[in-house]
């Protein structure tokens, strides 16, 4: 009977021990589980927060031919490319708007012409001979989106070319002009040479910045020549010879003006413009500057 005792007691200690020893391998088992899936939680809502779809961008109402959200085009500008799409739709009967937005915001920018082009239904129902030129600003991206009656004409290539034809333009900040020669390439593309007359060339690029070392020649040159004439040695003409500031106080003016006017709220030309049941089937090109 003592011995069975002593027995049972042995086996009851053991029990303990796997029973603690269990107990501390499930503790640890749960401690690296949650240690996996805690610490780096903030990495995995960082990225599904960068990765996650952006929230698609409403198509704005059709206001005009020229549909400015972006607040790039002065009223005078808008009211020349107005001009100039009115003059394509008399050379080819179909229709032409332009949309600048100032970005994306992560939306793809073929989906997203398209989507305005089918929601403004650009051109006439049957003919579908309609055009969307879409710019946005923020990315440097544009698209031609062409309607599907006017896709054996204005090809992907050609479309592709205008496009290529703008950047010299937008990257001079010539939007106008560059907004002007794709009107005009369009008009030409559908139905040949128009009577209008010819754009101004491209804009050379941007000046470079003056070098240190010439500020440095020129601040040293006239401290040289106003030692001299401190000195006696060369005399400035006489009182008769002052020009007057006149010029530059009105092109002062002038530039205020100009500041102020480009200043104005998002503009859009051609008030009752609207589209004429045109379909669209994704043709086109798109391009950055």
Same mark, same amino acid.
Do not use: C
């Given at each position: 009977m003592?011995?069975?005792?002593?027995?049972?007691?042995?086996?009851?200690r053991?029990?303990?021990?796997?029973a603690?020893?269990?107990?501390l391998?499930?503790?640890?088992?749960l401690?690296?589980a949650?240690?996996?899936?805690?610490?780096?939680?903030p990495? !995995?809502?960082?990225f599904?927060?960068?990765?996650a779809?952006?929230?698609?961008?409403?198509?704005?109402p !059709? @206001?005009g031919?020229?549909?400015?959200?972006?607040?790039?085009?002065s009223p005078e500008?808008?009211?020349?490319v107005?001009?100039?799409?009115?003059?394509?739709?008399?050379?080819?009967?179909g229709?032409m708007?332009i !949309?600048l937005?100032? $970005?994306?915001?992560?939306?793809?920018?073929?989906?997203?012409?398209?989507?305005?082009?089918?929601?403004w239904?650009?051109?006439?129902?049957?003919?579908?001979?309609g055009?969307?030129?879409l710019?946005?600003l923020?990315?440097?991206?544009?698209?031609?989106?062409v309607?599907?009656?006017?896709?054996?004409?204005?090809t992907?290539a050609?479309a592709?070319?205008?496009?290529?034809a703008?950047?010299?333009?937008?990257?001079?900040d010539?939007?106008?002009?560059?907004?002007?020669?794709?009107?005009?390439?369009?008009?030409?593309a559908?139905?040949?040479? @128009?009577s209008?007359p010819?754009?101004?060339?491209?804009?050379n690029?941007p000046?470079q910045?003056?070098?240190?070392?010439?500020?440095? !020649?020129?601040?040293? @040159?006239?401290?040289?020549?106003?030692?001299?004439?401190?000195?006696?040695?060369?005399?400035?003409?006489?009182p008769?010879?002052?020009?007057s500031?006149?010029?530059?106080?009105?092109? $002062?003016?002038?530039?205020?003006?100009?500041?102020?006017?480009?200043?104005? $709220?998002?503009?859009?030309?051609?008030?009752h413009?609207?589209g004429?049941?045109?379909?669209?089937?994704?043709?086109?090109?798109s391009?950055?500057?």
């Amino acid at each position: 009977m003592a011995a069975a005792r002593t027995r049972n007691a042995k086996t009851r200690r053991w029990l303990q021990r796997d029973a603690i020893g269990t107990g501390l391998i499930l503790a640890g088992l749960l401690l690296l589980a949650a240690t996996v899936v805690i610490l780096p939680l903030p990495l !995995l809502v960082q990225f599904f927060a960068k990765h996650a779809p952006p929230a698609p961008l409403e198509v704005p109402p !059709l @206001t005009g031919r020229v549909v400015d959200l972006a607040q790039t085009l002065s009223p005078e500008d808008a009211d020349a490319v107005d001009a100039e799409i009115r003059a394509l739709e008399a050379h080819t009967g179909g229709q032409m708007a332009i !949309l600048l937005i100032p $970005s994306l915001k992560g939306n793809p920018l073929e989906e997203y012409a398209l989507k305005v082009a089918q929601a403004w239904q650009l051109g006439h129902a049957g003919a579908d001979n309609g055009v969307l030129l879409l710019l946005s600003l923020e990315e440097h991206a544009d698209r031609l989106e062409v309607g599907l009656g006017w896709e054996p004409q204005l090809t992907d290539a050609k479309a592709g070319d205008i496009l290529r034809a703008m950047t010299p333009y937008l990257r001079a900040d010539a939007v106008r002009d560059a907004l002007l020669l794709a009107v005009r390439s369009v008009a030409e593309a559908i139905a040949g040479p @128009t009577s209008l007359p010819s754009l101004p060339p491209p804009p050379n690029a941007p000046a470079q910045k003056t070098p240190l070392f010439a500020w440095i !020649l020129m601040i040293l @040159t006239g401290s040289a020549i106003g030692s001299l004439i401190a000195g006696g040695i060369i005399l400035p003409d006489g009182p008769g010879s002052g020009r007057s500031r006149t010029s530059s106080s009105s092109g $002062s003016s002038a530039r205020s003006h100009s500041s102020s006017s480009r200043s104005s $709220s998002s503009h859009s030309s051609g008030s009752h413009f609207s589209g004429g049941g045109g379909h669209f089937g994704g043709g086109g090109a798109s391009g950055h500057w």
